[in-house]
């Protein structure tokens, strides 16, 4: 077995982007991500709004009025993975979420490296909010992390870390895409193309059921799941997830990556400073210079 080259690699700079999220009812999904994750409006341009903090987009949200819902068990987004720089930040977004929609929420888990909470917005896209602790305490077993779902309730982290202070200056605390989970048809075609042709690194499996990958050693910048979608073809023109954007620090990096797509015989759109191309089940990706 060969150890890949640097060139085979995603850099370890790599950073998550803004995910584009393709929406029938605009008011109703703005409002959502403004009031219930204090998001603020960065931008209003290409057909649509960016949301973000600090002047930083998280979210595009796109109008694409007519298009159905996808199914359940069709291939698309399973999360959108949105991360607090501090443990009071993400008490105050799980505060204004659980509030705006109670039922919204669907779960939490300490995953040891980090504590994720998890939501689903007003046309069915899965988010999660999470806070990740201490990369030193993060434990690997060769190149695998090791996370797990251990119980993590609600109220008591609120009581635990909700502040006056966070709930105040929730606008003003940094937040941005730290991963995006996505729902495929089977996990050994997904390592095929994230890990073998991409170049991300495999940190953790699941039973066969999940992957999850990353650069630069982070415990996962994207994953992959088969759990309501085994089997799934590729996506049908839905509302739900429009793009993926993964930022990297320089031209070469995309430039590499556009050859390996290449010799991997599939195709892509380069312009020099970005690269589009679809994953095997349509889902669009788009990796540009930060």
């Given at each position: 077995?060969?150890?890949?080259?640097?060139?085979?690699?995603?850099?370890?700079?790599?950073?998550?982007?803004?995910?584009?999220?393709?929406?029938?009812?605009?008011?109703?999904?703005?409002?959502?991500?403004?009031?219930?994750?204090?998001?603020?409006?960065?931008?209003?341009?290409?057909?649509?709004?960016?949301?973000?903090?600090?002047?930083?987009?998280?979210?595009?949200?796109?109008?694409?009025?007519?298009?159905?819902?996808?199914?359940?068990?069709?291939?698309?987004?399973?999360?959108?993975?949105?991360?607090?720089?501090?443990?009071?930040?993400?008490?105050?977004?799980?505060?204004?979420?659980?509030?705006?929609?109670?039922?919204?929420?669907?779960?939490?888990?300490?995953?040891?490296?980090?504590?994720?909470?998890?939501?689903?917005?007003?046309?069915?896209?899965?988010?999660?909010?999470?806070?990740?602790?201490?990369?030193?305490?993060?434990?690997?077993?060769?190149?695998?992390?090791?996370?797990?779902?251990?119980?993590?309730?609600?109220?008591?982290?609120?009581?635990?870390?909700?502040?006056?202070?966070?709930?105040?200056?929730?606008?003003?605390?940094?937040?941005?895409?730290?991963?995006?989970?996505?729902?495929?048809?089977?996990?050994?075609?997904?390592?095929?193309?994230?890990?073998?042709?991409?170049?991300?690194?495999?940190?953790?499996?699941?039973?066969?059921?999940?992957?999850?990958?990353?650069?630069?050693?982070?415990?996962?910048?994207?994953?992959?799941?088969?759990?309501?979608?085994?089997?799934?073809?590729?996506?049908?023109?839905?509302?739900?997830?429009?793009?993926?954007?993964?930022?990297?620090?320089?031209?070469?990096?995309?430039?590499?990556?556009?050859?390996?797509?290449?010799?991997?015989g599939l195709q892509s759109h380069h312009t020099g400073l970005e690269l589009r191309f679809e994953d095997p089940w349509r889902n669009q990706l788009r990796v540009a210079v930060r």
């Open positions: 077995m060969t150890t890949p080259s640097s060139q085979d690699l995603l850099p370890a700079e790599l950073t998550m982007g803004t995910v584009m999220l393709r929406v029938g009812d605009m008011k109703v999904m703005s409002d959502y991500y403004q009031r219930a994750l204090g998001l603020q409006v960065i931008a209003e341009q290409d057909g649509g709004l960016y949301l973000g903090r600090l002047g930083k987009p998280v979210v595009h949200l796109a109008p694409a009025a007519g298009l159905q819902l996808p199914g359940r068990g069709e291939a698309g987004l399973f999360h959108t993975a949105v991360l607090f720089e501090d443990q009071a930040s993400l008490a105050a977004t799980i505060a204004t979420a659980a509030q705006y929609e109670p039922r919204a929420f669907v779960g939490s888990a300490d995953h040891l490296v980090s504590e994720a909470f998890y939501f689903t917005d007003p046309e069915g896209n899965g988010i999660e909010l999470y806070y990740d602790k201490p990369r030193n305490v993060w434990q690997w077993d060769g190149k695998n992390v090791v996370m797990d779902n251990v119980a993590l309730p609600p109220q008591a982290y609120l009581q635990q870390h909700l502040s006056e202070a966070a709930i105040v200056g929730q606008q003003g605390a940094a937040a941005g895409i730290g991963h995006v989970h996505l729902q495929v048809g089977d996990v050994s075609t997904a390592q095929k193309f994230y890990v073998d042709t991409l170049g991300f690194e495999k940190t953790a499996g699941w039973h066969g059921q999940a992957l999850f990958v990353s650069a630069g050693g982070y415990h996962h910048h994207m994953a992959m799941n088969v759990w309501n979608s085994r089997g799934a073809g590729p996506r049908k023109d839905t509302l739900g997830l429009g793009e993926v954007l993964i930022e990297v620090p320089s031209n070469d990096d995309v430039a590499a990556l556009a050859d390996r797509l290449r010799v991997a």
